[in-house]
Nanobody
Framework: QVQLVESGGGLVQPGGSLRLSCAVS????????MGWYRQALGKRRELVVS???????KYADSVKGRFTVSLADFGRTIYLQMDSLKPEDTAVYYC?????????WGQGTQVTVSS
Protein backbone atom coordinates (compact mmCIF):
# COMPACT_ATOMS: atom_id res chain seq x y z
CA GLN A 1 0.00 0.00 0.00
CA VAL A 2 1.08 3.56 -0.73
CA GLN A 3 0.05 6.73 1.08
CA LEU A 4 0.27 10.21 -0.37
CA VAL A 5 -0.20 13.36 1.69
CA GLU A 6 -0.23 16.78 0.05
CA SER A 7 0.44 20.13 1.70
CA GLY A 8 1.19 23.71 0.73
CA GLY A 9 -2.02 24.91 -0.83
CA GLY A 10 -3.63 28.23 -0.02
CA LEU A 11 -4.75 31.59 -1.31
CA VAL A 12 -2.39 33.61 -3.50
CA GLN A 13 -2.73 36.68 -5.66
CA PRO A 14 -2.37 36.48 -9.45
CA GLY A 15 1.30 36.48 -10.38
CA GLY A 16 2.27 34.93 -7.08
CA SER A 17 3.90 31.62 -6.23
CA LEU A 18 3.16 28.54 -4.17
CA ARG A 19 5.01 25.30 -3.58
CA LEU A 20 3.06 22.11 -3.06
CA SER A 21 4.57 19.08 -1.37
CA CYS A 22 3.55 15.44 -1.41
CA ALA A 23 4.94 13.00 1.11
CA VAL A 24 5.04 9.43 -0.18
CA SER A 25 5.14 6.44 2.16
CA UNK A 26 4.48 2.73 2.12
CA UNK A 27 5.81 -0.04 -0.08
CA UNK A 28 7.35 1.67 -3.06
CA UNK A 29 8.44 0.21 -6.37
CA UNK A 30 11.42 1.60 -8.24
CA UNK A 31 9.47 1.58 -11.49
CA UNK A 32 6.69 4.11 -11.09
CA UNK A 33 5.10 7.28 -12.35
CA MET A 34 4.50 10.23 -10.06
CA GLY A 35 2.36 13.17 -10.95
CA TRP A 36 0.25 16.13 -10.02
CA TYR A 37 -3.32 16.51 -11.20
CA ARG A 38 -5.86 19.22 -10.57
CA GLN A 39 -9.61 19.53 -10.61
CA ALA A 40 -11.39 22.85 -10.84
CA LEU A 41 -14.98 23.20 -9.66
CA GLY A 42 -17.31 21.65 -12.20
CA LYS A 43 -14.50 20.36 -14.39
CA ARG A 44 -12.74 17.06 -14.97
CA ARG A 45 -9.54 16.18 -13.19
CA GLU A 46 -6.61 16.98 -15.48
CA LEU A 47 -2.94 16.15 -15.58
CA VAL A 48 -0.57 18.94 -14.57
CA VAL A 49 2.72 17.06 -14.75
CA SER A 50 3.92 13.45 -14.76
CA UNK A 51 7.36 12.09 -13.89
CA UNK A 52 8.31 8.59 -14.98
CA UNK A 53 11.02 6.85 -12.98
CA UNK A 54 12.77 5.72 -16.17
CA UNK A 55 11.28 8.16 -18.63
CA UNK A 56 10.43 11.73 -19.42
CA UNK A 57 8.73 14.48 -17.47
CA LYS A 58 5.63 15.83 -19.16
CA TYR A 59 3.87 19.10 -18.41
CA ALA A 60 0.45 20.24 -19.49
CA ASP A 61 0.74 23.02 -22.07
CA SER A 62 -1.15 25.36 -19.75
CA VAL A 63 1.59 25.23 -17.09
CA LYS A 64 4.77 24.90 -19.16
CA GLY A 65 7.32 27.53 -18.19
CA ARG A 66 5.47 28.37 -14.98
CA PHE A 67 5.38 25.13 -12.96
CA THR A 68 8.34 22.97 -12.02
CA VAL A 69 8.24 19.48 -10.54
CA SER A 70 11.05 18.02 -8.46
CA LEU A 71 11.74 14.93 -6.37
CA ALA A 72 13.63 14.58 -3.11
CA ASP A 73 14.36 12.03 -0.41
CA PHE A 74 14.87 9.23 -2.97
CA GLY A 75 11.45 9.87 -4.44
CA ARG A 76 9.60 10.01 -1.13
CA THR A 77 8.79 13.67 -1.59
CA ILE A 78 7.53 15.33 -4.74
CA TYR A 79 7.24 19.09 -5.05
CA LEU A 80 5.35 21.31 -7.43
CA GLN A 81 6.72 24.84 -7.63
CA MET A 82 4.05 27.07 -9.14
CA ASP A 83 5.05 30.54 -10.34
CA SER A 84 3.21 33.26 -12.23
CA LEU A 85 -0.07 31.85 -10.98
CA LYS A 86 -3.27 32.74 -12.79
CA PRO A 87 -6.90 32.65 -11.63
CA GLU A 88 -7.46 29.71 -13.96
CA ASP A 89 -4.96 27.70 -11.90
CA THR A 90 -7.51 27.64 -9.09
CA ALA A 91 -8.30 24.01 -8.31
CA VAL A 92 -7.81 21.16 -5.90
CA TYR A 93 -4.39 19.69 -6.60
CA TYR A 94 -3.85 15.96 -6.17
CA CYS A 95 -0.66 13.96 -5.89
CA UNK A 96 -0.70 10.70 -7.84
CA UNK A 97 1.46 7.60 -8.03
CA UNK A 98 1.19 4.61 -10.35
CA UNK A 99 3.13 1.44 -9.63
CA UNK A 100 2.58 -2.28 -10.06
CA UNK A 101 -0.55 -1.54 -12.12
CA UNK A 102 -2.14 0.30 -9.19
CA UNK A 103 -3.00 3.96 -8.87
CA UNK A 104 -2.83 5.90 -5.63
CA TRP A 105 -4.15 9.38 -4.84
CA GLY A 106 -3.65 11.88 -2.09
CA GLN A 107 -6.51 13.71 -0.45
CA GLY A 108 -5.88 16.93 -2.38
CA THR A 109 -4.96 20.47 -1.43
CA GLN A 110 -6.86 23.60 -2.47
CA VAL A 111 -5.09 26.30 -4.45
CA THR A 112 -6.98 29.54 -4.96
CA VAL A 113 -5.59 32.33 -7.12
CA SER A 114 -7.54 35.52 -6.56
CA SER A 115 -7.05 39.19 -5.84
Amino acid sequence: QVQLVESGGGLVQPGGSLRLSCAVSGTLSSRNTMGWYRQALGKRRELVVSVESFGPTKYADSVKGRFTVSLADFGRTIYLQMDSLKPEDTAVYYCNRVQDSRTFWGQGTQVTVSS
